[in-house]
């Protein structure tokens, strides 16, 4: 018998004052990935796709937004969890630099019909 997995679906980029207080999406996935031991894949779409671009080669001026450093999806990337990405949301964003290191681009069609397979699944 498999060990159940969780799938965690990631749908906006925002990390605004209050969603760090209150509810930081990108923090709590870590979380879970942690609590269940690595039985977790994470899916971006949306808005939240932007998360799994590299980033231009241009200098970054600043990493913070007020006191909040955007260090994005990528230690949930360097802590081995697997991520997808919703290839209909990678349509609207610009890609010219690729995705990061890890990032698996994967249908809406295809990865609705692994739902089934998870444990649960928890929208952030």
């Known amino acids: 018998m498999s060990e159940p997995r969780w799938l965690i679906i990631l749908e906006r980029p925002f990390r605004g004052d209050i969603e760090r207080t209150y509810a930081d999406s990108l923090n709590q996935a870590r979380v879970c990935c942690a609590q269940f031991r690595g039985a977790v894949?994470?899916?971006?779409?949306?808005?939240?796709?932007?998360?799994?671009?590299?980033?231009?080669?241009?200098?970054?001026?600043?990493?913070?937004?007020?006191?909040?450093?955007?260090?994005?999806?990528?230690?949930?990337?360097?802590?081995?969890?697997?991520?997808?990405v919703e290839e209909e949301s990678l349509t609207h964003i610009r890609t010219e630099d690729g995705l990061l290191d890890g990032v698996t681009p994967i249908s809406r069609r295809n990865m609705a019909a692994t739902w089934s397979t998870y444990e649960g699944i928890l929208f952030f």
């Open 41 to 84: 894949d994470v899916l971006v779409r949306g808005q939240a796709a932007l998360l799994v671009r590299q980033q231009p080669s241009a200098p970054v001026p600043d990493k913070w937004w007020g006191h909040i450093p955007l260090e994005g999806i990528g230690p949930i990337i360097s802590d081995g969890t697997p991520v997808f």
